[in-house]
Structure formats: C-alpha cells, structure tokens
C-alpha cells in the first residue's frame, strides 16, 4: 500500500513523515527527490541549461536555483519550460524509488506537498493521509522555520488548496495543533492501521 502524505506549507508533513521513518517505515519526499535529481551532472540539469541557458548553472553543475527563480518569475515561458523537464523528471524517480521500497514494507509513504493539486501523484497512491493544522499555527511554524514574513507565508497558502478543500479529500487526517509528542501519538495510531489493513477498510 502507498500512502501519499500531504498537507499545507508548515502543516507538519516533515516532522510525520520523519515520525513514520522512525518506526521503520520506508519514506520517499518528491521536495527531497527535486533536490537529487538537480544534482551536479543530473539529467535534468544539463537539460534545464539547454533549454534556458548555461547561466542556469552553479560553479558546481549544480542547478543555480536563485537564477532559476529570477528567469522565470520573469519569463512565463521558461516556467513552462522549466515544469516541462523537472515535473516528469521527480515523477519517473518517485515511481523507481516507490518500485524499488514498495516490497520491503507492509506499506510505504510518498510525502507530496501538492497531491490534492496534482492528478497523477492522486492514482499513485492508495490512500492519502492529510497532515492538517490551524493556519495561525501553520503561519507561526513556518515563519519561525524558514525566517519568513507572515506576508510571504500566506502568499505560499493563498497559492495552495483552502484547508477545508484538503480536508474534505483525504482518506485520513491528523490534526497537528498539539505537540510533537502528540503527532507521534497519531501516527503510531495510523501506522497501526496501515499495517493492518483490515482496520484500514472498516
Ligand atoms: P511541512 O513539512 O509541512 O512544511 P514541518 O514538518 O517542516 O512542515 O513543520 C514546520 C515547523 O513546525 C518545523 O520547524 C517543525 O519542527 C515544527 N513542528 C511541526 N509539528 C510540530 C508540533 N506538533 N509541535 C511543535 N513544532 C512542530
């Protein structure tokens, strides 16, 4: 069984999913795939540099992403562009390393911050599980996270599905107001369910 794990910008889908690794359960991140396969060397970097420039390029090889950022914010061909190589790209590797942890384990996890937004990512998986908070907290986590302005995070949620929308399509929903003492609570009470699929039916 695949478990895709979502949730907003802040909502807890790093800290479960880190929960859920800890029990042993094997875990693939298309946010951690997207910085594998930019890579010095990747495929997809030499790629993105024949399309929208060799400037596109860090010293290293590595993708140079403020100079990404900047082309297209200003250029929404070269976004286009840009999606065109590096969507498919974390998809194919998602699905070798699904393919490649999916025996190991009675179920595994796929963490995908847009899967409510993204059709394929939904008939990858089997069953998703929503991370969910309030969006104060959401706000204050991520502001303290990743030194943002409470402007720049609800930005990134206004761009994002409206929380009840997340909601009302997910299979399973913990709610991460509390501590993290409470969230591994949760997830020790789903990943019960997850290994025991004949509690997941009921
Ligand atoms: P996401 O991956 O959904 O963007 P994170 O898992 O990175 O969110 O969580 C955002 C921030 O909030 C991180 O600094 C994380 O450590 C913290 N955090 C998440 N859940 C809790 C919690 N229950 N209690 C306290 N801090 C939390």
Excluded: W
């Excluded at 060397?41 to 010293?59: F, N, T």
């Excluded at 590595?62 to 840009?82: I, M």
């Excluded at 969230?183 to 509690?199: D, G, M, R, S, T």
């Amino acid at each position: 069984m695949i478990v895709g794990l979502t949730g907003g910008i802040g909502s807890g889908k790093s800290a479960a999913a880190a929960q859920f690794a800890a029990l042993g359960v094997p875990v693939i991140d298309v946010d951690v795939i997207s910085h594998q396969i930019t890579a010095p060397g990747q495929a997809a970097v030499l790629a993105i540099a024949d399309a929208l420039g060799d400037d596109m390029l860090s010293a290293d090889g590595s993708l140079n992403r403020s100079a990404v950022r900047s082309k297209v914010f200003q250029d929404a061909s070269a976004r286009k562009q840009l999606e065109g190589i590096l969507h498919p790209a974390i998809y194919e590797e998602a699905q070798r390393q699904l393919q490649q942890v999916c025996n190991t384990a009675p179920y595994c996890i796929i963490v995908v911050p847009l899967l409510f937004e993204s059709e394929r990512y939904q008939q990858l998986i089997d069953r998703s599980l929503l991370i969910d908070c309030e969006e104060s907290i959401q706000i204050a986590r991520t502001m303290h996270r990743s030194q943002m302005s409470e402007i720049e995070v609800k930005n990134i949620m206004a761009a994002q599905l409206p929380r009840e929308t997340r909601r009302q399509l997910a299979n399973d929903t913990i709610l991460n107001n509390g501590s993290l003492q409470e969230l591994q609570e949760n997830v020790i009470a789903y990943h019960q369910k997850y290994i025991n699929p004949c509690i997941v039916s009921i």
